[in-house]
């Protein structure tokens, strides 16, 4: 537990001490599964944020590598970004309002709040990325952390 | 027992080893695999995910940043398969074309910065929008990806 942030390692056979792999909850516990809810032209909306998710899950398991030094640093900032972008797309995706998967109800009833917590999570990736591209990782790293808030938004709104 | 020149050849068999060794714990094969999973694996996603928002009748605003977010990503390729670590579905041709599969990436990433640019400003009409022509995808996994085992 870092700042509030979990930090996880997600593949066998790592050292847990190595900072890596943030955000694995954080991701894969909103990835709703098996909602019966279809878009007019056959999309699924669940699915649609399912898949949005993923995109933050991969790009944060790359933002750890780059943290705990095994990776260079060249696309730290890119990566921020793509996690801003792809949280402002959530936003946009849970607006749709359509229940499912392991998203627990409370996210509904509480949606000003948890859309709210969801733009912040955007907002903040934004800023962790200005700041990376200026000052780079080191200067960084704290933001990063205060971008990624996991757990906040799991331990109310997902499925255990 | 031990001449001079014993000494030195063994000091530079050292060296060389040393150097080697140091040189393949700076970059961690399986570290470098899995980032660069993370990368493609982010633009397969996001693919979906475009598709899942046009298919959901998505804002042309929306639109835009799952290109944006696609543009980003595909300009992540570059560094994510620079070092040459074989492995994974990645060819060896990767590295062995290098300047081609940068040329390709590179290509990509600014057809999709165009897509969403003209998207965002409403120039372009999404449904218009041939993604699978901006992407190339095939074209360059047919040259450099292994098929799935």
Known sequence: MIGGVMITKQRSGGCMNRIGWIGTAMVTSMLAVGSTAVGAAGADPVEYRQQIMRSIDAQTSAIGQILAGTIPEDNFASHLEVVSLSASLAVAAFERGVPGGDTLPKAWQENVKFLRAMQEFSDNAAKAARIARQEGKDAAAVAVIDALPCRQCHDVYRKK | ?149
């Not at chain 2, 700076?26 to 979906?48: C, F, H, N, W």
């Not at chain 2, 897509?115 to 218009?128: E, I, N, P, R, Y």
Request: hydrophobic share 40%.
């Open chain 2, 1 to 149: 027992m031990f001449n001079s020149k014993w000494i030195v050849r063994q000091i530079v068999v050292i060296g060389v080893i040393g150097l080697n060794s140091y040189i393949a714990s700076a970059i961690e094969p399986q570290e470098q695999i899995e980032y660069r999973k993370s990368v493609m694996k982010t633009l397969d996603e996001g693919v979906a995910a475009y598709r899942s928002a046009v298919e959901l009748g998505a804002p042309s605003a929306e639109l835009a940043k799952h290109l944006k977010l696609l543009s980003l990503t595909s300009g992540q390729i570059k560094k994510a398969f620079e070092p040459r670590v074989e492995g994974g579905r990645a060819k060896a041709d990767v590295w062995k074309k290098w300047p081609d599969f940068v040329k390709r990436a590179e290509s990509q990433g600014t057809r999709l910065r165009q897509l969403s640019d003209s998207v965002a400003s409403g120039a372009v009409s999404t449904k218009s929008i041939d993604l699978n022509a901006a992407l190339g995808c095939a074209g360059c996994h047919d040259a450099y990806r292994r098929p799935q085992k």
